[in-house]
């Protein structure tokens, strides 16, 4: 109550006994409510007005306080605000000298998950270096989501119309309670699968993890921090495709390629095949006009040499020529050499011959046999008392009339 006076307060009074009053009957206080005007003066105070949906109030935070204060504040925003109620005397308005400000409902998830990206950017699980390519034609691909729903079906119809694959689908809860751990745990799965290498028909290629779109909440399975570290350890190439393009999850920032929307990410996955046929047909056409060009220009390079060469005989002719002449001059040089050499031995034939004993007999002199033994010498003849005598016409016996040297 305020206290009894004969006197009229002044204006001024009565602003500072509400003052009073308000700041000691309110202590540290909590107002949620969403910004609706917000002004950063030149002096650094931050002006706010709070609003629901029948009453606003004003509020402000001094400049001393905003680097305390959490949350930089924003037209829009679903705000928890702490702080004191005083009462403006200038204007006699209450307000809110506001302590401490976070962000409510949507505000606060969208402020917890930006956090947590910047935690685990921090730790180098979305750089690009880690980022796989896909498979340019994967055999299997394995879709994690929903069994039922437009999702699956919306992937499983776009495989068929671009290149029907294999689909290996590990059913899991996409939102609620629980969910989170499902779709990690089906990554973990499709992971191991690939490590072990034990049974290649299961072992997916390519993984889309996908669901439809949603409001914040609904989505926020697929930024848990499990999720998240279960695709930075996934060794086999994965596709995000959560929500609509306007919709961003932590996986998606993890994911070897963020598809805009679940269809896409088929898309993504395989070619087009009748893109491929075209191609082959292509690059077999050109094949063919390649290799016909190359047997063309050899046959053009090997007619242009031939007309160079000429008729080959013509080359010939002064060739055999030079042979007749090298093979005539051969039998000359060959028929001096033999008669020369037939000179020579019939010269050493008669040399022989006129060196022979015959010859030599003819001569007059005589060949003396002792005991059918050719006497070289007296001595040869020493004791004997006869011998035989050869002529070069025949043969006579002597007898010695004495047998002394002479």
């Not at 191991?192 to 926020?220: C, Q």
């Not at 050499?341 to 015959?358: D, I, K």
């Not at 050869?390 to 007898?399: E, L, M, T």
Request: net charge positive; proline share 5%.
């Amino acid at each position: 109550m305020f206290p009894a006076s004969s006197s009229p307060l002044t204006i001024t009074q009565m602003a500072v006994l509400l003052k009073q009053t308000v700041e000691e009957n309110f202590g540290t206080v909590q107002v949620q409510g969403e910004i609706s005007e917000c002004k950063v003066h030149s002096s650094g105070h931050v002006y706010l007005t709070l609003k629901d949906e029948k009453s606003v109030l004003s509020a402000v935070i001094w400049s001393g306080a905003r680097g305390r204060a959490g949350a930089t504040p924003q037209v829009g925003q679903s705000v928890v605000a702490t702080g004191r109620l005083t009462i403006y005397a200038g204007q006699s308005r209450y307000q809110l000298v506001i302590e401490r400000i976070t962000l409510a409902g949507v505000g606060a998830l969208l402020q917890q998950l930006e956090e947590r990206k910047k935690r685990l950017a921090a730790e180098g699980l979305f750089d690009a270096a880690r980022k796989k390519p896909l498979p340019f034609l994967p055999a299997r691909i394995g879709v994690i989501t929903s069994p039922t729903g437009a999702v699956i079906r919306d992937i499983l119809h776009r495989l068929a119309d671009r290149f029907p694959v294999h689909v290996l689908l590990w059913p899991v809860a996409v939102q609620g309670e629980g969910a989170a751990a499902h779709i990690a745990a089906a990554i973990r799965g499709f992971s191991a699968l690939h490590a072990s290498g034990k049974n290649p028909t299961y072992t997916p290629d390519v993984i889309i993890v996908a669901r439809g779109g949603g409001s914040v909440e609904d989505l926020l399975p697929f930024s848990d921090e499990a999720v998240v570290r279960a695709v930075a350890a996934c060794p086999v190439p994965l596709i995000s495709a959560v929500g609509h393009e306007t919709d961003t999850t932590l996986i998606d920032y993890v994911a070897d390629v963020r598809a805009p929307t679940p269809t896409a990410a088929a898309e993504m996955a395989v070619p087009v095949r009748d893109d491929l046929w075209a191609a082959l047909q292509t690059l077999e056409r050109r094949q063919q006009q390649s290799t016909r060009q190359f047997f063309k220009q050899k046959e053009e390079k090997i007619s242009f040499l031939a007309r160079l060469l000429g008729d080959p005989s013509r080359m010939l002719e002064p060739l055999m020529q030079r042979v007749d002449d090298k093979t005539a001059q051969l039998h000359t040089a060959m028929k001096r050499h033999t008669q020369t050499h037939t000179q020579n031995l019939q010269r050493l034939q008669q040399l022989l011959q006129s060196l022979g004993p015959p010859r030599v007999l003819e001569r007059g002199y005589s060949v003396v046999w002792h005991d059918g033994k050719l006497a070289s010498s007296v001595d040869a003849l020493e004791g004997a008392r006869e011998a035989t005598l050869q002529f070069h016409d025949g043969r006579r016996g002597v007898v010695f009339s004495s047998n002394k040297r002479l």
